[in-house]
């Protein structure tokens, strides 16, 4: 099963984005996912080259956002497409059938579509005001998380669904009850002091009732 806490990096240069990563990684996370937008392709493939060689060598899972052929390239472990990008199943021919294709959502037809076309798992938010996205959806909140988890549950679909946008430690497991798989976070990993601490302490929130 996916890892419950993804990171997405972030960062306006390569040293910037690599720092992040590094210490994201040290830390104890193992999914990152590289956003780094408005680049050249250049430098998109001198990152993606180097996340790939840090996330090897961390044993984590390394997901591109957005461009599919750069995780063709670079052999990314997967790719996760906004609901502007390219299509799932477009994605899903290009990169074959074992990487990983996640794809945003914000309503419950979103999930649903995304599933019929062979999404392997779901960003879905945001869940409040963040900054660190632009042309943000409508926000979701506890309630929509709720409402749209008991529609999965009813309709009998099965996808692992990442709560996603300006989530805060104090937030966790709140989102957790609604029955969300996990957490995709950025600002709140990339500006913390203590990403030790904090990443241990979401973990713990995160795999509270887990089995192993």
């Known amino acids: 099963?996916?890892?419950k806490l993804?990171?997405?990096s972030q960062g306006n240069t390569i040293?910037?984005?690599?720092?992040?990563?590094?210490?994201?990684?040290?830390?104890?996370?193992?999914?990152?996912?590289?956003?780094?937008k408005n680049q050249t392709a250049k430098n998109a493939f001198a990152l993606a080259?180097?996340?790939?060689?840090?996330?090897?060598?961390?044993?984590?899972?390394?997901?591109?956002?957005?461009?599919?052929?750069?995780?063709?390239?670079?052999?990314?472990?997967?790719?996760?497409?906004?609901?502007?990008?390219?299509?799932?199943?477009?994605?899903?021919?290009?990169?074959?059938?074992?990487?990983i294709?996640?794809?945003?959502?914000?309503?419950?037809?979103?999930?649903?579509?995304?599933?019929?076309?062979?999404?392997?798992?779901?960003g879905l938010g945001p869940f409040q005001f963040t900054k660190t996205k632009e042309k943000l959806s409508p926000i979701l909140g506890l309630e929509g998380y709720y409402e749209i988890?008991?529609?999965?549950?009813?309709?009998?679909l099965q996808i692992p669904i990442y709560a996603i946008g300006g989530i805060t430690l104090e937030n966790v497991d709140q989102l957790i009850e609604t029955g969300i798989h996990g957490i995709a976070v950025s600002g709140m990993i990339t500006k913390s002091p203590e990403k030790g601490?904090?990443?241990?302490?979401?973990n713990e929130k995160l795999y509270a009732n887990v089995i192993i």
């Open 1 to 3: 099963m996916y890892n």
């Open 6 to 8: 993804q990171y997405i």
């Open 15 to 36: 040293e910037a984005q690599l720092y992040n990563i590094h210490e994201a990684l040290d830390n104890g996370c193992d999914w990152v996912q590289m956003r780094f």
């Open 49 to 99: 080259e180097a996340v790939k060689f840090l996330c090897e060598e961390y044993l984590a899972n390394f997901i591109i956002n957005d461009n599919v052929y750069l995780a063709q390239q670079i052999a990314a472990d997967g790719v996760h497409l906004g609901l502007s990008d390219t299509k799932i199943e477009d994605a899903r021919a290009i990169l074959g059938n074992t990487k």
């Open 101 to 122: 294709i996640g794809g945003t959502a914000n309503t419950f037809e979103d999930i649903s579509n995304h599933i019929k076309n062979g999404c392997d798992y779901i």
């Open 149 to 156: 988890m008991q529609k999965i549950k009813s309709n009998n």
């Open 197 to 202: 601490k904090l990443i241990t302490q979401l």
